[in-house]
Structure formats: structure tokens, C-alpha cells
């Protein structure tokens, strides 16, 4: 199964910007980042396949851009304009094998995950 490290979280003011990394011990067809705030459920913000399909929720459309890096195993989450809802642990995660799976972005279907890279955004 595929090892993931996220790195690259910290504390921004808004309107700043992140660069989200996550290292895997191999490949996967699908590859996406999730968000969970206190007390609410974990989100799935943006996936891509190895075709290079991506998808994202609304909210962040235009903000952040998913893009991987296959020869060195490695996505990315570009993140612009932050805002204070985009406050969270950022999760990437390994997902399913078929690309209506993997536009879905359910929590349920990844198979593997890292552990984590907080992510605060202040007003």
C-alpha cells in the first residue's frame, strides 16, 4: 500500500497563499486532498487522476489548483486568496480506480492516507 507525507501547511493571513506537498512511496490512479475543520466532516477539496482530470469543490474553484509531479511521486496543492474557512488539517489521499470514483472525492473511497498538515488562515 502507498506510504503519503504532507507537508507544507502553516499560518497565513487572508488573501495569502500555501503550496501543499505530498510525497507517496509509489503511484496511484487517483490522488486527492481533503480538509476536515474542527467538528465537521472531512471534505474532499480537489482530486486528479494519472491522465491528469481533475476535479475540486466549488468553493475553492479558481483558488487552488491540484497538479502532480509523477516522475518524483509528488502532489501538490497550489492555494491562493485563503480565506479563514479554508482553516483545517489537509489530508492527500489515495483513491479509487476509476475516474468517476475519484471525481466523487468521498472520504470512504480513498485507501490510504497521510497523517496531516494544518493549515490556518487568519482575518
Known amino acids: 500500500q502507498v506510504q503519503l507525507a504532507e507537508s507544507g501547511g502553516g499560518s497565513v493571513q487572508a488573501g495569502g497563499s500555501l503550496r501543499l506537498s505530498c510525497a507517496a512511496s509509489?503511484?496511484?490512479?487517483?490522488m486527492g486532498w481533503f480538509r476536515q475543520a474542527p467538528g465537521k466532516e472531512r471534505e474532499g477539496v480537489a482530486s486528479?487522476?494519472?491522465?491528469?482530470?481533475?476535479t475540486y469543490v466549488e468553493s475553492v474553484k479558481g483558488r487552488f489548483t491540484i497538479s502532480q509531479d509523477s516522475a518524483k511521486n509528488t502532489l501538490y496543492l497550489q492555494m491562493n486568496s485563503l480565506k479563514p474557512e479554508d482553516t483545517g488539517m489537509y489530508y492527500c489521499?489515495?483513491?479509487?480506480?476509476?475516474?468517476?470514483?475519484?471525481?466523487?472525492?468521498?472520504?470512504?473511497?480513498?485507501?490510504?492516507w497521510g497523517q496531516g498538515t494544518q493549515v490556518t488562515v487568519s482575518s
Open positions: 509509489g503511484s496511484a490512479y487517483c
Open positions: 486528479i487522476n494519472r491522465s491528469g482530470q481533475t
Open positions: 489521499a489515495a483513491g479509487p480506480l476509476f475516474w468517476s470514483g475519484c471525481a466523487r472525492r468521498r472520504a470512504g473511497d480513498y485507501y490510504a
